[in-house]
């Protein structure tokens, strides 16, 4: 468990790994924050591009009186950051948002809304469900209170893993624990640790998830992130470029891969999604998310709503050969439409 610590906030360079705290995945690690940081009378800054993990908390938390502000973002899933620092008032206490949109993979700018929160002495959380093992990410420099991963994505551990990697700057006081339990520390006592990791840990941990994640994280870290990035959007680039030389597609998110990820999103004309998304995994073995891929207010954002779109993710290990075959299998869909 602790080497597993070691590795995550060496990844995220987080300077004591006791600060890193486990769940079972980045939902869990997002309600722990909103829930255990936000209380009536509080506001939250968010964007329109936020997946259900972070609406759907917020939105039972504004039935208990917490403000919540919702900044849209553009038809590419861009968030002006003017558009923040427009909606902050007195009682805002937190700014969270994702890193890369897992719509239309979309990034945003880290280091600004950090450097805006810290101005304003807000918190600031954020998402890394589509970025942490993909993208650089470094808590110190970024100015990141609070990050929620997932570790069964880009960081290549196994399903059900997740966790919080939590900034210096945050006080143990400020943070109340939605679950208390055992720890196997201070057990003579029955009111709950008031130290990390146990604080918001409680309960038999998934050991051999985390020995997994561990595992994958290391191997992240021993090739690079920089090396990992490079290979993805070296991917992503002919991935765009050949769906946007096709006709019959439309293709959602930035053009540039400076400012997303590898998840791309894209519609054929007069196809459902769903019925591309079938027809690519039946009949080309090519496996893709169709639909609303839990982000209701991105679909609407960028237009989609609400049949959503098909999207692909590329990873580490897939191949220029694999997006070669995927180009071709979208081009005879769009032409047989
Ligand atoms: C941007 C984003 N946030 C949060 C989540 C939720 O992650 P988990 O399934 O680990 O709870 C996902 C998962 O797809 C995601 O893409």
Request: hydrophobic share 40%.
């Amino acid at each position: 468990m602790y080497r597993a610590r070691e590795v995550i906030a060496a990844l995220f360079n987080l300077d004591d790994p006791l600060r890193v705290i486990f769940t079972s995945n980045a939902t869990d690690a997002l309600n722990i924050s909103l829930r255990g940081l936000l209380t009536a009378g509080d506001h939250v800054i968010t964007s329109s591009m936020e997946h259900n993990s972070i609406m759907r908390p917020l939105r039972d938390l504004e039935k208990s009186g917490v403000g919540i502000t919702i900044v849209p973002c553009d038809n590419k899933g861009f968030l002006d950051v003017r558009d923040v620092e427009s909606a902050i008032k007195k009682e805002t206490r937190m700014i969270v948002v994702n890193h890369g949109s897992n719509v239309t993979g979309t990034l945003v700018p880290l280091a600004e809304i950090g450097g805006l929160a810290g101005e304003h002495g807000l918190l600031f959380l954020v998402d890394a469900a589509q970025t942490g093992g993909s993208c650089p990410i470094d808590l110190q420099a970024d100015r990141i209170d609070i990050l929620a991963f997932t570790g069964h994505k880009s960081m290549m551990g196994p399903q059900g893993t997740g966790g919080l990697a939590i900034g210096e700057r945050v006080t143990l006081d400020e943070f109340i624990p939605i679950k208390t339990g055992g720890t196997g520390s201070r057990s003579e006592s029955e009111v709950h640790p008031d130290f990390l990791p146990d604080k918001l840990e409680c309960g038999t941990p998934n050991t051999i998830g985390i020995s997994g994640l561990s595992e994958g994280v290391g191997f992240v870290l021993r090739e690079g992130v920089e090396k990992i990035r490079r290979h993805e959007m070296s991917l992503t680039e002919r991935l765009l470029e050949g769906l946007r030389s096709l006709s019959g597609i439309t293709l959602y998110g930035p053009r540039d891969t400076a400012s997303r990820v590898a998840a791309v999103s894209f519609n054929v004309d007069n196809v459902m999604p769903s019925e591309v998304g079938f027809t690519l995994d039946e009949v080309y073995g090519i496996m893709c998310r169709v639909g609303l891929h839990c982000a209701p207010s991105a679909h609407r954002t960028i237009g989609t709503f609400s049949e959503g779109t098909v999207r692909l993710s590329i990873g580490y290990f897939n191949t220029e050969e694999d997006i070669e075959r995927t180009i071709e299998a979208v081009n005879d869909i769009a032409k047989e439409a």
